[in-house]
């Protein structure tokens, strides 16, 4: 999946998380995360992102995040519908979000 | 007469002497409405009552948090005493709060090198948090407080006591019954203590009255000087209109679950004792019990604590005989307070000194409390945040849950991503072997040490389950959380009710 411009998915609700996700120039994810919960749970939300993108065969993009608190499951959802926005791909395929 | 020749007189106690009518105080024979205005204690600032104090370095100075964050008593008196040049003072409050952040201030500058308090919030907590002072923060309960007071081992060298109302004279209260335009805080419950066992007493007050300002909270005879400003602080911060019942599902779920526990416990009979913690869940059981009593037609004896505008209604309905009031929560109890005769204003060692000759918290039945977190050996931390930081208050937390006979803590199982019901708290406030029941949203937890109260409970058809299971429930949901991670200095020191260190606090680390 290749992002060719900015998608953004979520709100700053609490037990939501707001992601998005840019282009960027050479490989690799760049990733900023803010969140309420980053000593305890930043590592893993982290983990989500960038396990959630790399099945989505995102290799090259610069992410930021604001989390409140959110689910595992609602951290992935909110990064693939975010890159989703950002390759400008409607291609999505609707199923369970699995554990990471 | 030569009066040493009185057989044994030099034996006899409270002997000054042979009676001299030059000795003696000259009587006033103007009217006594010119002789109160003329009242040598009513001094014409807070610098020079200070001054009279003898307040030097190294001194303790106290305060009352009955202003909650609407108190300007304390910034005005430490801004003076700064002024003045006194340094390496203790500010001894029976609590802190957000609006306290100036003293950040005047602990760099020196004035004050040490804090007691109840409790400790906004950015004051936060700087204490990052390790702003190098002597730790003594956190003590009301009671534990109480008791260091009462046994002089925290000796109160001058008590600066806001009040709503004072006399001439130095008769205090917490409500007004001259001026309705006067700000309301109700019970002086915790002012009351300090002003009977501090050397110095000096009531600030911005509404001085016709003596005598009956009843009162602070008698004149413990009263040194009276000082009056414009504002002893702003009235909506001192207070609210009424405490809301909570209209969030989780908590009338946890509130109504918690009303199931306490009838089915065996302690919900006639005559019963009862304490509501102020947490939403807590509060909103009042209301649940309240159907429960008027169902079974039975009445409560006595509510004990901070009192709620909940706690009144029952007592004006006749559901609650008597009231025992050592702060009101809202406008709804301060009123109740000036207006009931059956609500009364008790002190803080009364409520819940472990050393005085009887304290009302001993006699209660039940009371409902909350928690920030609570480990699976039943700790419950009120202190610090899920990122360590300073943010609440020890309260009567303790001293109920030892005195009550069944000690309910209310709690949602998660708040957002962070688990309630965790391995080990933060910090211990309240020692596990107190708390009875747990009551969450998704399960009730017993105490392993209280099996006839499981028995009870699941005979009852309670969603009854183990603390253990709650937490393995809880973690299923959000996760393992990482442990907050901490530098070695301490910054906090908690004490237990009979002033042991039960915890300690520490700085947190940020990077």
Avoid at chain 2, 278 to 289: I, K, Q
Avoid at chain 2, 349 to 366: M, T
Avoid at chain 2, 429 to 446: E, H, K, R, S, Y
Avoid at chain 2, 490 to 500: A, F
Wanted: overall charge negative.
């Amino acid at each position: 999946m290749n992002i060719i411009t900015t998608g953004v998915a979520g709100t700053m609700e609490s037990s939501d998380i707001i992601v998005t996700v840019e282009p960027k120039a050479g490989e690799g994810i760049d990733l900023t995360l803010e969140s309420d919960v980053m000593q305890q749970f930043g590592k893993q939300i982290e983990k989500v992102i960038r396990d959630t993108l790399a099945e989505l065969g995102v290799n090259s993009a610069c992410v930021s995040a604001v989390d409140k608190g959110a689910l595992d499951c609602t951290v992935a959802a909110r990064t693939m519908a975010a890159a989703y926005r950002a390759a400008e791909s409607t291609d999505y395929v609707f199923n369970e979000v699995k554990k990471k | 007469m030569d009066i040493t020749k009185i057989p044994h007189i030099n034996e006899v106690s409270a002997f000054h002497g042979e009676y001299k009518p030059e000795d003696c105080e000259k009587k006033s024979t103007v009217r006594f409405d010119e002789r109160q205005k003329a009242s040598r204690k009513v001094l014409p600032s807070i610098e020079e009552a200070i001054k009279r104090s003898g307040l030097k370095d190294g001194m303790t100075i106290s305060f009352h948090h009955h202003f909650r964050n609407g108190d300007y008593v304390v910034n005005m008196v430490v801004d003076q005493i700064a002024k003045m040049g006194i340094k390496n003072l203790t500010l001894a409050a029976s609590s802190l709060t957000d609006c306290h952040w100036p003293l950040i201030d005047h602990i760099k500058n020196g004035v004050i090198n040490h804090i007691e308090t109840s409790g400790l919030r906004g950015k004051l907590a936060e700087e204490i948090s990052r390790g702003l002072m190098d002597f730790p923060i003594i956190f003590r309960s009301h009671g534990g407080r109480a008791a260091a007071i009462e046994t002089e081992e925290l000796h109160i060298d001058v008590a600066f006591l806001g009040a709503p109302s004072c006399d001439p004279y130095g008769n205090a209260n917490g409500y007004n019954r001259d001026d309705e335009n006067s700000s309301c805080c109700g019970s002086l419950g915790y002012a009351k203590l300090d002003a009977q066992h501090a050397d110095k007493c000096i009531v600030i007050t911005d509404h001085l009255v016709n003596f005598p300002n009956a009843p009162f909270g602070i008698p004149e005879s413990r009263v040194d000087w009276v000082v009056v400003v414009d504002n002893i602080g702003d009235p909506k911060g001192i207070m609210s209109g009424a405490t809301r019942y909570t209209k969030n599902p989780k908590e009338l779920l946890i509130a109504k679950t918690a009303a199931d526990v306490i009838e089915a416990s065996g302690y919900f009979e006639d005559n019963f004792s009862m304490q509501m913690g102020s947490g939403g869940a807590s509060l909103a059981t009042a209301r649940f019990l309240r159907d429960k009593m008027i169902e079974k037609d039975i009445k409560c004896r006595f509510a004990l604590g901070g009192i709620t505008g909940q706690i009144v209604q029952m007592h004006e309905e006749g559901l609650v005989k008597r009231i025992l009031d050592v702060q009101s929560f809202d406008l709804i109890a301060a009123n109740s307070l000036k207006n009931n005769r059956f609500h009364q204003q008790i002190d803080a060692s009364y409520y819940a000194s472990y050393v005085n000759r009887g304290a009302a918290v001993n006699q209660l039945d039940f009371v409902i409390l909350s928690a920030l977190e609570i480990d699976v050996d039943f700790n419950v931390n009120v202190m610090t945040g899920s990122d360590g930081v300073i943010r609440g208050a020890v309260g009567g937390h303790p001293d109920t849950a030892a005195g009550a006979s069944l000690t309910v803590v209310t709690a949602p199982l998660l708040r957002g991503r962070i688990p309630t019901v965790c391995e080990r708290v933060n910090t211990i406030c309240t020692p596990g072997n107190t708390i009875d029941v747990l009551v969450t949203d998704q399960g009730v937890a017993v105490n392993p040490n209280r099996p006839e109260l499981k028995e009870k409970l699941i005979a009852a058809g309670l969603p009854v389950t183990t603390i253990e299971k709650l937490k393995e429930r809880a973690e299923k949901v959000v996760g393992k959380p990482e442990p907050i991670q901490y530098k070695d200095r301490i910054v906090g020191v908690l004490m237990y009710r009979n002033n042991t260190v039960i915890d300690v606090i520490r700085q947190i680390k940020e990077d």
